[in-house]
């Protein structure tokens, strides 16, 4: 059976890995074909690590990385260091992580970013499924300016 990794963190301020969990919990073949594993690290920059060891020991396929870093410039710096760490796990395994960040910066309004963050989690977690199983669905929206979390920009007009 196949797995999928799901980690999230206890300082983000929405629960987007119980999103991304419900998300995958919808998809074909959940619980014959795959299995979802949730890990919860205590902030952004400990994804990399969990991410590399549900890989490498737990044999995860693909792994959903959930971090909601603070609009401070220290928490923009802890984010940068923490998607270079991310893209390290991911060269180093062969494998995909999706990096899902949403920044407490991208809404004046703090209770606006809930309807981004679950959004954004569901979106990726679909993305995470489609990887594995129906990588068409990816290609069929090439182009296409699809965004997570927000409306998609759509495509430039030639």
Known sequence: MDLIGVVDTMFARVDMGSEAVDELSHCPGFGERFEVLRHTVPGIKDLAVECK?????????????????????VDQVCAHEASQ?????????????LEVFVHENEEEDPTALVPVC??????????????????????RRAGQGVRQGYADAGPLAL
């Open 85 to 97: 760490g991310i893209m390290q796990a991911r060269l180093l395994t062969n494998t995909h992580i």
């Open 118 to 139: 679950i959004n954004r989690a569901r979106k990726h977690a679909r993305n995470a499924f489609w990887l594995l199983y129906e990588p068409e669905q990816l290609t």
């Open 53 to 73: 060891r549900m890989v490498e020991q737990q044999g995860c396929d693909v792994v959903i990385a959930l971090g909601m870093p603070g609009k401070e410039q």
